[in-house]
């Protein structure tokens, strides 16, 4: 039977097993196709496809840091999955290398911070958690369970620490730009967790419509972060506009609880988005 997850972290970003640990728990988990959707990075491609076990096709992706700045006041940061696109395609390439690079600008200025509160974490430390890959908040977070401030990475997001008092934004990529330029590398664009309001402010449907009228492929409906009736109105407002429809785990390792093929998408659709790529191929 197919077990198809589409949305998993390595440490190529801010999951905490490598590329090649993730793609043999995935296996081991009975899945039968896993997607690499490492935050704005690539990175973790060759080693998941090195590490591949037989059995397993593996779907090379990334997902995109991006905002919608059509919102009245403040900007809405969304994530835009994109699979099998043509990583060296140059304006792509370029964006993921810009975002990474916010990335790291903007860990510093959570470190410092901190620091200027007399956190005692540094910007050396956070970076040798991320190991060279993607930074993110996940790696800060370490640096505060190490000092005994928070336990979880959960509660480092909490708004008396990362969630609010030490956010800072991260510049991201304009949503229409991040869809132009995944399907002009050959690749596919989905939605990740579209309704996901846990996370904060959500998009309206007319700029899901809009975002469908440029190339946008599909919604993701199956996630931790949707509640059953925002699973249903993503179903539904896929159904509207011809999108198809994904459900994935969102895995991180141990920086999150939930488990691989938590959340799974119909073999049709993962049909539907291997078709319609152009950029790479599916391995194995
Ligand atoms: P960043 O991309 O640096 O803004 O950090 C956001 C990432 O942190 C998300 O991709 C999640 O993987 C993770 N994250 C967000 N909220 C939480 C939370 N409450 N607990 C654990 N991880 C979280
Ligand atoms: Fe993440
Ligand atoms: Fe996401
Ligand atoms: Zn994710």
């Known amino acids: 039977m197919a077990r198809i997850d589409l949305h998993c972290h390595s440490t190529a970003s801010d999951g905490t097993l490598t590329p090649a640990q993730l793609v043999r728990a995935g296996a081991a988990a009975g899945l039968t196709v896993m997607a690499i959707t490492d935050h704005d990075t690539t990175g973790g491609w060759a080693q998941a496809a090195a590490a591949r076990p037989e059995g397993l096709r593996l779907v090379r992706g990334a997902e995109l840091s991006c905002r919608w700045y059509g919102a009245a006041q403040y900007p809405i940061a969304l994530h835009m999955l994109a699979y099998l696109f043509d990583p060296d395609e140059p304006r792509l390439a370029a964006d993921l290398a810009e975002l990474r690079s916010d990335r790291e600008q903007r860990g510093e200025k959570i470190v410092e911070k901190l620091r200027a509160d007399g956190v005692p974490i540094t910007w050396g430390e956070v970076r040798d958690y991320a190991a060279g890959g993607s930074v993110g908040r996940p790696h800060i977070a370490q640096a505060l369970i190490r000092a005994g401030l928070v336990r979880t990475t959960n509660e480092a997001f909490a708004s008396r620490w990362l969630g609010a008092r030490y956010f800072v934004p991260k510049a991201d990529l304009d949503v229409f730009e991040a869809v132009r330029a995944v399907r002009a590398a050959g690749g596919v ?44 109105d993503v179903r539904a407002l896929a159904d509207r506009l011809g999108l198809v429809v994904t459900g994935s785990s969102d895995f991180h390792g141990t920086h999150k609880t939930v488990e691989l093929g938590a959340y799974t998408t119909d073999p049709e659709a993962y049909e539907k988005i291997v078709s319609a790529a152009t950029g790479v191929t599916v391995l194995g």
Not at 202 to 223: K, S
């Open 189 to 232: 664009a989905v939605f990740a967790h579209p309704r996901a309001t846990v996370r904060g402010r959500v998009v309206p449907d007319q700029l899901i419509e809009e975002l469908a009228d440029a190339g946008l492929f599909g919604l993701e409906a199956g996630h931790e972060d949707h509640s059953p009736a925002e699973q249903a």
